[in-house]
């Protein structure tokens, strides 16, 4: 079977078209014959090697790239509790493999996988898992019934925050370009504030005093911090991410783990509309560089979809 590869650290070139056995499920696992994966930023540190200087992924002689997954069950190990057939979506979490999701098939643990919402495309349903998870997850951190700030807004991550948040209850201030604002509030945000300068003092003008929370999608650090009250509460999206915890702000990182249980909760969120899907493109396997390049670029709404 077709699958893309790293065998060395670089720019998009380094993308690797390899010819490979087609995996078996162990006890407990599914193989998934892909239809749809998701390209994050994710997997650009890691084919830039940054996740490997940072100490997250050890060198490998080869690593496969791709967390998201959508498609459907062609093999089933013993206890797996699904079927060949099944429409499924799952995380692959474990990224030091020499396989990814960037492949025609994939074998997963029976427990990072859900069934696929219904109604929706495969490449819909593969921007689902990393993403809404990452927000799903950072949001437990938090235990405010109050005010949450969530920086990038329209992002993807940020876009699940936000919608999560006002599923919840909370009460959101969103941050985004100002050309987002109609797309954020759209999302569920129920006050907005332009990405710039002075991001404290701005949010403070909404919620006196700062807010509760912060869910800083956008890495933004310290500017983030400042629109927490004192003694509230920080989520960082990213190693080596995370502010001081000044003003006895209590600053939490999240680390994404692969849960079909609380997958299968949100695939019900995309079902009847809570979370959007957005696809900002689709390609064909082969095509994997184009998409980091794209990715790289920026200003991209929603996840771009690669279609082995």
Same mark, same amino acid.
């Given at each position: 079977?077709?699958?893309? +590869?790293?065998?060395r650290?670089?720019g998009?070139e380094?993308?690797?078209?390899v010819?490979v056995? #087609?995996p078996e499920?162990?006890p407990?696992?599914?193989?998934?014959?892909v239809a749809?994966?998701a #390209?994050?930023p994710?997997d650009v540190a890691?084919?830039?090697?940054i996740?490997t200087?940072a100490?997250v992924v050890?060198p490998?002689? #080869?690593?496969?790239?791709?967390w998201? +997954?959508?498609?459907?069950v062609?093999?089933?190990g013993a206890g797996?509790?699904?079927?060949v057939?099944d429409a499924?979506i799952g995380l692959?979490?474990?990224i030091?493999?020499?396989?990814?999701?960037y492949?025609?098939?994939?074998?997963?643990?029976a427990?990072?996988?859900?069934?696929?919402?219904?109604?929706?495309?495969?490449a819909?349903a593969a921007?689902?898992p990393?993403?809404?998870?990452?927000?799903?997850q950072?949001?437990?951190? +938090?235990e405010t019934?109050?005010? #949450?700030?969530?920086t990038g807004?329209?992002?993807a991550?940020?876009?699940y925050?936000v919608?999560?948040?006002?599923?919840r209850?909370?009460?959101v201030?969103?941050?985004?370009?100002?050309a987002d604002e109609a797309?954020?509030?759209?999302?569920?945000?129920?006050e907005?504030?332009?990405?710039?300068?002075s991001?404290?003092d701005?949010a403070?003008?909404l919620?006196p005093g700062?807010v509760?929370a912060?869910l800083?999608?956008?890495?933004?650090g310290?500017?983030?911090?400042?629109?927490?009250?004192?003694?509230?509460?920080?989520?960082?999206?990213?190693?080596?991410?995370?502010?001081?915890p000044l003003?006895?702000?209590?600053?939490?990182?999240?680390w994404i783990r692969?849960?079909g249980?609380?997958l299968?909760?949100l695939?019900r969120l995309?079902e009847n509309?809570?979370?959007?899907?957005?696809v900002a493109?689709v390609?064909p396997?082969s095509?994997?560089?184009?998409?980091?390049?794209?990715?790289?670029a920026?200003?991209?709404r929603g996840r771009l979809?690669?279609?082995?």
């Open positions: 079977m077709r699958a893309m +590869v790293i065998r650290f670089g998009p380094v993308l690797e078209a010819e056995p #087609v499920p162990g407990g696992q599914v193989r998934i014959r749809a994966a #390209v994050n994710v890691t084919r830039a090697g996740l200087e100490g050890p490998r002689e #080869v690593l496969g790239l791709g998201d +997954v959508a498609g459907e062609d093999a089933v797996a509790g699904f079927r057939g499924v692959r979490d474990r030091a493999t020499p396989l990814g999701a492949a025609e098939r994939i074998v997963l643990d427990s990072a996988v859900a069934p696929a919402p219904a109604g929706v495309s495969p819909e921007t689902l990393l993403n809404a998870l990452t927000a799903a950072a949001l437990d951190l +938090v019934t109050g005010t #949450v700030l969530v807004a329209a992002g991550v940020g876009g925050a919608a999560l948040a006002h599923a209850g909370l009460r201030v969103a941050v985004a370009g100002a797309l954020v509030r759209g999302f569920g945000a129920d907005f504030v332009p990405r710039g300068p991001l404290g701005r403070r003008t919620a700062g509760d912060v800083d999608t956008a890495l933004l310290l500017d983030a911090l400042d629109a927490v009250r004192g003694g509230g509460e920080f989520v960082a999206f990213a190693a080596g991410a995370a502010p001081l003003r006895g702000v209590r600053v939490r990182g999240v692969a849960d249980e609380r299968a909760e695939a995309a509309g809570t979370l959007p899907l957005r493109g390609l396997l095509e994997a560089a184009a998409a980091h390049e794209r990715l790289a920026g200003g991209l979809v690669l279609a082995p």
